[in-house]
């Protein structure tokens, strides 16, 4: 059974900084895109940013030189670093990641989400 664990979250005053990681667990044969949702109150879930195995990556508009994404392959884990955060950033903030594993191939899963508020 393949689990995503993120951490990190919290309550930050704008123009601060946070950092999030996901940790991935389980009997996991490979992982090829990692990335981050999120999701405010009364919003659709979107996508922030994702990274491939390879390291391409791509970022939504509204975070492009505030945030950073990146992966360490040999613990399968993301991180995402998030600095001059705005109270607009304030979301649940969802760890995704496309994992196969033997008995149930390749699939796409998440994490249970972590409040990041953006608040002074």
């Known amino acids: 059974q393949v689990q995503l664990v993120e951490s990190g979250g919290g309550l930050v005053q704008p123009g601060g900084s946070l950092r999030l990681s996901c940790a991935a667990s389980?009997?996991?044969?490979?992982?090829?895109?990692m990335g981050w949702y999120r999701q405010a109150p009364g919003k659709q879930r979107e996508l922030v940013t994702r990274v491939t195995i390879s390291g391409y990556t791509d970022y939504a508009d509204s975070v492009k030189g505030r945030f950073t994404i990146s992966r360490d392959n040999a613990k399968n884990t993301v991180f995402l670093e998030m600095n001059s955060l705005k109270a607009e950033d304030t979301a649940v903030y969802y760890c995704?990641?496309?994992?196969?594993?033997?008995?149930?191939?390749?699939?796409?899963?998440w994490g249970q989400g972590t409040q990041v508020t953006v608040s002074s």
């Open positions: 389980g009997s996991i044969l490979s992982i090829n895109t």
């Open positions: 995704n990641a496309d994992i196969t594993t033997f008995s149930r191939g390749r699939i796409s899963y």
